[in-house]
Each structure stands twice: as structure tokens, then as C-alpha cells.
């Protein structure tokens, strides 16, 4: 159910004419309510509610609840319909329209029906009434995630080795880790970011253990996260962190959680293993968690209790490395030494798939914006900004989900200005979400082909 704003009934005058002189082109103070109002005389019919997708003259997008008086639901989209394109919008396409009462059925704690049909009830005022809502967009940038109740962070920069550097991997990383007698340092690393890293850790010397464990380890090895533990002098640790041309100089070229302890392989492996396939709360589904991405540490960083948090960081203190940019965790209370850890499982709850979701999201916002200012370099960084905003509001209005969908109505949306589907009949299809994304993405990429 979409969370409608607060419904603000306006006193109705008899003359029509008066309500379709009203703009509606999403810009300037109408943009501030987002509302109007259709006046005339109510009949007796039943109330019948709908919500409508419409396309604006300038891209933007406006979903609809509408109330009509009509004989049916087929004559109240058609009259609905009908009135909202007098208006100058786009593409107008149904979700729904249902009777009053079966409305409130299937919302009931929507309030907003009950004022619209006493609205409409009244003789001689408001016989049609529809609110229009700008979609949420997907936010594009924002401010660093707050500070955890459980976790310790602190962010620092490396600098990587070069060709010819005589800096070791202790005096690299001995700046950040506390040093410890008898310690040594262990990568995780992603195989999906490497090629060949299996192999490439197979020839290494060092030892080495996949999470993955069973058929997996063999099915999903070019996929799976690779403990390693590091020997400061051998080439595979060097090449780890230096900066370079030859792509078996791996800086920059992958992330991975780095830390440093006393235990051997097999006890680190041991906790790290047991984060690969996590349950979710709600449902129980088993689900591969990919805790290993740095990018997934700092989604959940503000949310973890500290049950969860000591779950999930066992008794280390772990760095983030992505490039030149690293963060450092460790729970706000360490265990004390020599005490058993509490192993109970870490569960991914709603609130922390929700977290990761919206971070993806944002992630994915930053890219775009990256892509446009590259394509269309006239653009200032707000008008770039703006059209990537409207082009998230679409795609969510019309059903695009997949990245590759929106990333191409995007460009195109770059190529041929944010109110592109209203002006070329070619891509009008786009704005009909009846129509299955995979019809629609073949319209996409069928014309970035051809730019």
C-alpha cells in the first residue's frame, strides 16, 4: 500500500472551467501540494477508487489515488482516465480501481477513502477528487552512517606498495594493528573479484583455506571468499599490496577484510565459516552472506546489537581494504582473553536487510550520476543529478527493477532529455508497466545499440 499523505479537501466551486484551468506540469509551487480538484454535480452511482501511474511533461513521474461516481469500475477508469489526460498527462496506465467497500477491504487502515466519498457525497460540491503523489526517490549521496552502540570504526589510508618498494607487509600494517608476540596477518579475499585467484593461491606456498566447504568448495571455488594466512616476505603477500600494471598486482584490483591474531588458520576459518550461509529471521530461509564485502560491515555497522556484532567479529579486530580507502572495526567491549565466546548464530533480521537494500540503492544512485556526468558532460552536476532522480522515479513507477534496465532508461534519458518517452513514440511502451520488463529492456537496448 503506498503511504498517502494527509488529504486536504478543497471547497468546490460550481464552475468546471475554474478546475481546468489548473496546472498540472509537475513544476514550480503546484509541485509544493501535488493536488486538484474536478468539480460538478454528484449523482447517484457508487464510489469507485483507482490508483494511476502518469508521466509528466518534464519526466517526472506522479502516482494517483483517484475517486470517481460511476455506474462500474470499466466506466470509472475510462472517466478518470479520460480527465487526468485533458490535464497535459503522459501515459496514464491503471493499477487498480475497486467499489468503496472492497477498498477498504483490501486497505483497511486507509483513512483517506472514507473523506473522499464523504467528499463526493456532498450534493452539488465534489463529485471527483484525486491527490497525486510524487514517487520517493531513490536518494543520491548522504550523510556518514551514525555511530554504532557495538562497534568501534575508525577509517585510515594506506599507501600501496611499487615496484621496487623495500617496505614489508609488518610495515605496512603495523600502524593499525595493535602488534602482538607470536601474531600473524590473514586476507579474505572474494573470488569473483579475482580470476584464477584460486590457482593463483594454490601456487602461492601459503596456507590457505576456502570457506566454502564440501561440493561447494569445488562447484563455487571461482566464486567463494579465500583465507589466507600472509607471510610478510613471500611474493603473493607483496603482490597483495602493490599498485601496479601486472595483473598479478592485485591492489585495486579487489577488496578484502584483513586482521590479525595469535589463532591458527583453522580457528579463523572456523568463525569466519559459519557467516557464509546465514538464516533470516522472519522466515528462516538459508541465505549466502557475502559478510566478506566491506561495503556489507559498514550497512550494518549502525544497526548490530551487541549479540549480533560479537557474532559477526568473533573476538578480532578487522580492516576493510577497498583501494587507498580503509576502516578499522572492533567491538566497543572486547571479550575478555581466555573466555569462551558466546557462539550463538547471526541471524539477518529485517531491519539489517532493509539497511543493506537502501545503501545498495544509493550505491547504485552514485553510479549512475558518475555514468551521466561522463556521457552528457555539459550537464552541471545538479541538472545530472536531477535527471538521475527522475529516472529512479520512473523506473519505480513503471516496474524497471533490474539495474541494467534502469542504468539504460538513464542513459537514455541523457541522450534525449528526461521527457524523452513522452516525445518519441518508439519508447512510449516503456511507460506501461502491463508490459513485461524483458519486452521493455529489449526496447532499451535495442536503441543504446544504435547510439
Given amino acids: 500500500m503506498i503511504g498517502f499523505p494527509k488529504l486536504q479537501l478543497v471547497e468546490a466551486s460550481r464552475a468546471m472551467a475554474g478546475a481546468s484551468r489548473t496546472s498540472f506540469d509537475g513544476s514550480g509551487d503546484r509541485a509544493q501540494g501535488d493536488r486538484f480538484v474536478f468539480y460538478g454535480k454528484c449523482h447517484s452511482m457508487d464510489l469507485y477508487l483507482g490508483i494511476f501511474f502518469c508521466l509528466m511533461s518534464n519526466g517526472s513521474t506522479r502516482r494517483i489515488v483517484a475517486g470517481v461516481r460511476s455506474s462500474n469500475a470499466e466506466a470509472a477508469q475510462e472517466s478518470i482516465s479520460t480527465r487526468l489526460g485533458v490535464h497535459g498527462l503522459g501515459p496514464i496506465t491503471c493499477e487498480t480501481v475497486l467499489a468503496e467497500s472492497h477498498w477498504q477491504q483490501r486497505y483497511p487502515d486507509d483513512r483517506h477513502a472514507i473523506r473522499m466519498s464523504a467528499a463526493c457525497c456532498v450534493k452539488d460540491r465534489v463529485s471527483f477528487l484525486e491527490h497525486a503523489l510524487v514517487l520517493p526517490g531513490q536518494p543520491i549521496g548522504g550523510p556518514e552512517a551514525p555511530d554504532s552502540p557495538a562497534i568501534l570504526t575508525k577509517p585510515f589510508e594506506i599507501e600501496p606498495l611499487r615496484t621496487g618498494d623495500k617496505r614489508d607487509l609488518d610495515e605496512l600494517l603495523d600502524p593499525y594493528f595493535k602488534p602482538v608476540e607470536g601474531s600473524a596477518y590473514y586476507a579474505l579475499l572474494d573470488a569473483a573479484m579475482v580470476p584464477n585467484l584460486p590457482d593463483m593461491i594454490e601456487a602461492s606456498g601459503l596456507e590457505y583455506r576456502c570457506l566454502f566447504k564440501g561440493d561447494a568448495s569445488l562447484e563455487l571455488r571461482d566464486v567463494a571468499p579465500w583465507l589466507i594466512r600472509l607471510e610478510p616476505e613471500t611474493a603473493f603477500a607483496r603482490d597483495l599490496f602493490t599498485k601496479g600494471d601486472a595483473p598479478w598486482m592485485l591492489w585495486g584490483r579487489t577488496t578484502m577484510l584483513a586482521l590479525r591474531t595469535t589463532h591458527g588458520i583453522d580457528q579463523v576459518a572456523s568463525h569466519f565459516r559459519r557467516l557464509t550461509r546465514i538464516r533470516t529471521e522472519t522466515d528462516e530461509r538459508w541465505l549466502f552472506f557475502r559478510f566478506y564485502d566491506p561495503e556489507t560491515l559498514e550497512d550494518?555497522?549502525?544497526?548490530?546489537a551487541e549479540d549480533d556484532a560479537r557474532a559477526l567479529l568473533g573476538?578480532?579486530?578487522?580492516?576493510?581494504?577497498?583501494g587507498s580507502s580503509a576502516r578499522l572495526y572492533k567491538l566497543r567491549e572486547p571479550p575478555v582473553q581466555g573466555t569462551n565466546l558466546q557462539r550463538s548464530p547471526f541471524l539477518l533480521r529485517a531491519n539489517y536487510m532493509e539497511a543493506m537494500a537502501s545503501r545498495q540503492k544509493r550505491r547504485f544512485a552514485e553510479d549512475?550520476?558518475?555514468?551521466?556526468?561522463?556521457?552528457?558532460?555539459?550537464?552541471?552536476l545538479e541538472e545530472a543529478r536531477q535527471l538521475v532522480q527522475v529516472a529512479l522515479e520512473f523506473c519505480?513507477?513503471?516496474?524497471?527493477?533490474?539495474?541494467?534496465?534502469?542504468?539504460?532508461?538513464?542513459?537514455?534519458?541523457?541522450?534525449?532529455?528526461?521527457?524523452?518517452?513522452l516525445r518519441m513514440a518508439t519508447f512510449q511502451p516503456l511507460a506501461d508497466p502491463r508490459r513485461s520488463e524483458r519486452e521493455r529492456k529489449t526496447i532499451i537496448h535495442s536503441a543504446l545499440n544504435e547510439i
Fill in 368 to 380: 549512475l550520476l558518475r555514468d551521466v556526468q561522463d556521457y552528457a558532460r555539459s550537464l552541471s
Fill in 396 to 421: 519505480a513507477g513503471v516496474g524497471l527493477e533490474q539495474k541494467d534496465s534502469i542504468a539504460g532508461y538513464t542513459m537514455l534519458s541523457a541522450r534525449y532529455g528526461v521527457d524523452f518517452v
Fill in 300 to 304: 550494518l555497522r549502525p544497526l548490530l
Fill in 315 to 322: 573476538c578480532y579486530q578487522i580492516a576493510t581494504l577497498a
